[in-house]
């Protein structure tokens, strides 16, 4: 009796394991599918509105210093920490898109630690920045990764007394090292893509107000020529 209990239990234990079973192969399938067909990466412009009083009470403070991918070289971010501020804002860099929250300014620095020189001439806002990533071979960086590319804000555009987070922000690159810092484009975008083996950049600019047109524009910029194509609709 005991023995066809036993083997009662062993058939069922073996057809319940089998959907089991299934539902993981699936899964792993489904996500190598995923990252075999993750060919370029995607990154939507960040749409962030803050107000921030002009009399807000402040200390400066830095992120932790950071390694560049593909390099030899670090950054490090300074940004305002507000004493008011409940919503406890980001602080360190953090790849591939996080820069810490009311970030002014970006300092780099060589392999011996030395002080290359800073992203901005004059503080300005630096919402965001894109390092090319790649998600699959184990979240490993792209080895062609030459550029980096920033959300820069260095104009006050609202009038409010500072520059900020809720001013314009426009689209900039930089070599490896915070060199040659370069503004792509100041019409708004809604996001852009590395192409080309970090050659260039693809933008999808946002339409604009009241247009009814249904064509999709896009830009092509190739970074190291610092030109700007229109593909035609």
């Known amino acids: 009796m005991k023995n066809k209990f036993t083997k009662t239990l062993i058939v069922i234990n073996g057809i319940l ?3 089991i079973l299934l539902y993981f ?18 990154y939507e412009m960040p749409n962030i509105k803050e107000e921030i009083e002009i009399g807000d009470e402040y ?24 004493k008011n501020k409940n919503n406890y ?19 780099f620095l060589d392999r011996e630690f030395n002080t290359i020189g800073k992203l901005l001439e004059k503080n300005g ?7 090319p990533y790649e998600y699959n071979n184990r979240n490993k960086v792209r080895k062609e990764l030459k550029y980096l590319s920033f959300s820069i804000a260095t104009d006050d555009t609202n009038k409010d007394g500072t520059i900020n987070i809720s001013d ?30 970090g050659e260039e950049i693809i933008l999808t600019y946002e339409p604009e107000d009241n247009s009814k047109s249904e064509n999709l524009e896009l830009g092509i910029y190739n970074v190291k020529s610092k030109t700007l194509r229109i593909p035609k609709n």
């Not at 192969?25 to 995607?42: A, C, G, H, R, S």
């Not at 806002?125 to 390092?131: A, E, L, Q, T």
């Open 125 to 131: 806002s630096i919402k965001s920045m894109y390092i």
């Open 25 to 42: 192969m699936v899964e792993i399938f489904n996500e190598k599918l995923k990252n075999d067909n993750n060919d370029f990466d995607e």
């Open 59 to 82: 200390k400066i403070d830095n992120s932790s210093v950071f390694k560049i991918p593909n390099s030899e070289n670090y950054m490090v971010a300074s940004y305002k920490h507000f």
């Open 168 to 197: 314009e922000h426009y689209l900039y690159v930089t070599d490896l090292n915070g060199k040659n810092l370069t503004l792509v484009t100041e019409k708004k975008l809604k996001q852009y893509q590395w192409i080309n083996n």
């Open 17 to 19: 394991l089998i959907p």
């Open 89 to 107: 804002p980001e602080t360190e860099i953090i790849l591939p898109y996080t820069v810490p929250t009311y970030t002014f300014n970006i300092t």
